[in-house]
């Protein structure tokens, strides 16, 4: 094999080096960033809950404003025009405003999200810059020059497409 340049124990601690780096980006930034995205599928889950509540109580103000025209055409025709024209804008007022909420909970859930997202990215970058730095420095045992590599490193992972932010 040294025939080809390859140096056998050279090849095995660089193999060996590469799997340590591996297990330690698994533990340290793969299962908590599970964590934290399983978090934001919580929270989008019960921001949809509320919304579907709020699309029930709209429903249940329907049924009573149903009621209250019944109430008001037995009492008469003059009565009844102006209870639908109330009850009418009641109706509209309900429904804008529960759309209104529901359009605002579900855009802060997006911000929320997006916002963590580019977080974890940020912060699961650094880390990876940092450590393949350190492993890049055993590895061929000389100290390099952690932030021109830093940067080098980041626009590697600019041009990603796995990690690109959105």
Request: proline letters at 2%; zero cysteines; hydrophobic letters at 40%.
């Amino acid at each position: 094999m040294e025939g080809l340049g390859i140096n056998l124990p050279t090849l095995l601690a660089q193999i060996v080096n590469f799997l340590v780096l591996l297990g330690l980006l698994y533990l340290v930034a793969y299962k908590p960033i599970l964590r934290i995205l399983d978090q934001r599928v919580n929270k989008v889950k019960e921001s949809m809950e509320q919304t579907e509540s709020i699309k029930e109580q709209t429903a249940h103000a329907e049924e009573e404003f149903k009621k209250r025209l019944e109430a008001a055409a037995r009492e008469g025709q003059e009565l009844i025009s102006r209870a639908m024209r109330t009850g009418e804008d009641a109706k509209q007022k309900i429904f804008e405003e529960a759309r209104k909420e529901s359009q605002v909970i579900i855009e802060k859930a997006r911000v929320e999200i997006q916002r963590e997202r580019n977080e974890v990215i940020d912060e699961l970058r650094k880390e990876f810059s940092d450590l393949t730095i350190e492993a890049a420095g055993k590895v061929i045992q000389r100290s390099l020059d952690k932030q021109a590599h830093r940067e080098f490193i980041e626009k590697v992972l600019e041009e990603s497409p796995a990690l690109k932010k959105g």
